[in-house]
């Protein structure tokens, strides 16, 4: 027999995960920090403040020129100081011709040849998830190494390029250095569980296209979890 007391439960959970659902994302842009390297200055790859564009949809992109910075303060998805800063050095930058959206001003655009990435003074809660975008057009699926470095985590990715055209975002994921590993072609992958207050990303030679921090899912969720717990205990 169906009590009320189990239908006020559904729908309790019901809006418990409805809410979840819609504070998540907002949240997570919000407080998300998105740096897209933009090769050589040229504005036609510079995204506006109000463009969204990566795999987590987020405004507010830090456009960073040039080859090599230190101590540039980063904005986060809300368009607010972080207190996070950047530094990066490359041997060199480019661009593919054409981008025709966002998502592509910001993947057709890049740093190389030993690039690499140090974010500081990071105030997003542990753990936090990074986004690495690489990618150039030169077509010949190269190996990628990309290894991400804190004080209290370490990983490496070793992937290859996926071929052109630009097919979009594609995840790599394999973990295991060949000759075990069998390398997987995509152009992001992503780190999770990160810890530290700063880390560094290095792409061992090929293209670092652009950056993203954000906070965990999980640890959004756990604010909707909590609430349920809350309101089981209340139906009880
Ligand atoms: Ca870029
Ligand atoms: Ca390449």
């Known amino acids: 027999m169906i009590t009320s007391k189990a239908i006020l439960g559904c729908v309790s959970l019901l809006v418990v995960i409805m809410a979840g659902l819609l504070v998540s994302p907002s949240s997570a842009s919000a407080s998300t920090i998105s740096i897209n390297f933009r090769g050589d200055g040229d504005s036609t790859y510079q995204l506006a403040p109000s463009d969204v564009a990566g795999v987590v949809p987020a405004s507010n992109w830090n456009d960073v020129t040039g080859t090599s910075g230190t101590g540039i303060a980063l904005k986060n998805g809300a368009g607010s ?19 025709s959206g966002n ?39 190269l190996p990628e190494d990309i290894t991400l470095t804190s004080s209290s985590y370490t990983k490496t990715f070793y992937v290859k390029e996926e071929t052109t055209p630009y097919p979009g975002y594609v995840r790599a994921y394999n973990t295991v250095a060949p000759p075990v590993g069998t390398r997987d072609a995509g152009t992001y992958v992503v780190f999770t569980g990160v810890t530290g207050s700063s ?10 296209n652009g950056i993203q921090i954000t906070p965990e899912p999980a640890t959004l969720s756990l604010l909707a979890l909590g609430g349920l717990a809350l309101l089981r205990r209340r139906n009880k």
């Open 81 to 99: 100081n972080s207190g996070a800063s950047l530094a990066f050095d490359a041997g060199d930058n480019g661009v593919i011709a054409g981008p």
């Open 103 to 141: 998502d592509q001003k910001m993947m057709f655009s890049y740093i190389h040849e030993g690039a690499s990435a140090t974010v500081s003074s990071l105030s997003l809660a542990d753990p936090y998830d990074v986004y690495v975008y690489f990618w150039d057009e030169d077509s010949k699926n």
């Open 199 to 208: 880390f560094t990303v290095d792409t061992g030679g090929e293209e670092l």
